[in-house]
């Protein structure tokens, strides 16, 4: 069960990283990004390097 559980959390974090890097290719600013996850705009920038 933990290993289910360490799998899907993984699987969410990945899809909000290709969530914030659609988001940002298609225009939207880091601060918008940041109101709409609940992410700081330095944790972002991390994620879309």
Avoid: C, P, W, Y
Avoid at 25 to 47: C, P, W
């Amino acid at each position: 069960e933990e290993g289910l559980e360490k799998g899907r959390e993984e699987g969410i974090e990945q899809g909000k990283v290709q969530l914030i890097r659609g988001m940002h290719k298609n225009g939207m600013s880091l601060e918008d990004i940041a109101k709409f996850t609940g992410l700081s705009t330095e944790e972002i920038q991390k994620l879309l390097l």
